[in-house]
Every structure is written in C-alpha cells, then in structure tokens.
C-alpha cells in the first residue's frame, strides 16, 4: 500500500475553487462601518487644517484667475458622487471611501498653480495622507486620481477610484459656482455653468450604465456652447465609465445626446 493511499482524507469535496467562494463571501460580509476602520476617512481628511486651508487657498487662487468655484463646495460634491458611483456599481466599501477622499482632495494643486494642478496636488496630498496613517497602496491610488483628472492635462482613468472622481468632478456643473456677479460680463464657462440649474448622476448596476442629466437654461447660453467647452470633458468622462465597465450617457433637458 503507499503512502498517499493509507492517509486519511478529511474533505472529499475540497477543490481550489471552493476555496475561493469561501474567501469572497468572507469579504462581503464587512459592514460599511469596518471598513470605514481599516483605515482613515473623509471627515479626518476634512478635518485636517492643512486641507482646509489649501482647499480655501486654491478656491481664492482660481478665483483670482477668473475661474469659477473650486472650493468646499465643489469638492463635497465630487466626494459625495465618487462614493455614490462606486458604492452604486457595487464597489468595496473602503473603495468607496478611498473614492470620496481623492475626489475631495481632486483640486487642492490650485493652492500652487492652475497648471498642472492635478500631478501638484497629487504631491501636495502626499504628506498629509501619509501623515494621517494611510497605507501605502491607498496613497498610490488617491495621487494616481488626483494626477489624473484633467483632460487639459492629459489626464486618463487608471483606476476605479480615479474613473469615479473624473465623472464626479465633470459632472458638476452648476449656477452656484459662477463668481461673475455682472451676467452681462460673463465668459462662455461662466454662461455655460450658470445656465446649468440641476445637474444629477444616476448609475444602473444592473444596465451598466453611468448618465449625467443636465437641466440648461437654453436662453442663458446655447447647448452649442456647452459643447464647446465641455465635449473633451464628456470624452474623458466616457472613457472613465468605460473603465468602470459602463457607458456613458448624458441627458440634458430630458434629451439624450451621447
Ligand atoms: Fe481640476
Ligand atoms: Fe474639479
């Protein structure tokens, strides 16, 4: 008799596969509040005073420039969809906060210089993620979505979190962030971004797909000029949901038109 025949086997069912399932299910099982634990979040990011005040910085910089908000503001709401479009297509939820923390930090290279503002902030963001105790591969990701999120700068999705903070960060258009308080002096992304009285992100998992809905008010400026700005926008956009395994669909006034 040899030797492999004479040892007891304990599972007769065991195969590497199985195993697998076991691992996942494993995973699945975090609540959103342990994987919150298993590294920093978004409100010790917005509580460190160094974010604070290049946040305030870059928004009176870019102001001083003629551009339109870049505040808290705009970096909540790129936060809050980064999460939602990630936890929507069923991401991990420490993926999603990682999402939130890049996209908040998105902008904070204008407290430097307009340009090249994404691979700044991204070096600017460093200190302050090591600092508050992120790991390493985290650290990679967020400066990765932060170098990466504007086409000017040849930016391109090379992430999950980075795709989630390009769609977030484009797809805030809105009244709210226009600085110009004479109407007849505005510039065309002044027009443009004032005339957008509602802009909304929805995500069907199940369809696979991202849209943006805009509603523009067409006597404000011509859809024509939001085109004329925002189309390398929506490209890069679509390429993010692209890499997300998505289309990309935007809706503006209750008409589709990519
Ligand atoms: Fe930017
Ligand atoms: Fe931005």
Redesign the pocket.
């Known amino acids: 008799m040899t030797e492999a025949a004479s040892a007891p086997r304990k599972d007769d069912t065991y195969t590497p596969d199985e195993r697998k399932k076991v691992h996942r299910s494993e995973t699945k099982t975090k609540t959103p509040i342990e994987a919150k634990r298993q590294g920093p979040t978004l409100e010790d990011i917005k509580s460190d005073d160094r974010v604070k005040v290049y946040i305030r910085s870059a928004n009176q910089q870019t102001g001083a420039i003629g551009y339109t908000e ?1 505040g808290e503001r ?1 970096a909540n709401t ?1 936060a809050d969809g980064a999460r939602f479009i990630l936890r929507a297509l069923g991401h991990e939820p420490r993926r999603c906060e990682v999402a939130a923390i890049a996209a908040y930090l ?2 904070v290279g204008n407290a430097i210089t307009r340009d090249r503002h994404g691979q700044t902030g991204a070096l600017l963001a460093h200190d302050i993620l090591v600092d508050l105790g992120f790991a390493t591969e985290e650290i990679a990701t967020i400066m990765g979505a932060i170098a990466n ?1 504007e086409e000017a700068e040849g930016g391109l999705p090379v992430s999950a979190v980075s795709a989630a903070v390009i769609i977030a ?1 484009k797809s ?1 258009v809105h009244r709210s962030r226009v600085r110009n308080p004479k109407t007849t002096s505005f510039d065309i992304h002044d027009r443009v971004n004032y005339a957008a009285t509602a802009s909304e992100i929805k995500v069907s998992r199940k369809e696979k797909l991202i849209t943006l809905e805009l509603t523009i008010d067409a006597e404000v400026a011509p859809l024509m000029e939001y085109f004329e700005i925002f189309l390398s926008r929506m490209i890069l956009s679509r390429r993010a949901a692209e890499f997300l395994h998505c289309r990309f669909a935007l809706v503006i006034n209750n008409t589709r038109l990519l």
């Open positions: 870049h705009h790129s998105h902008d999120h960060d805030d």
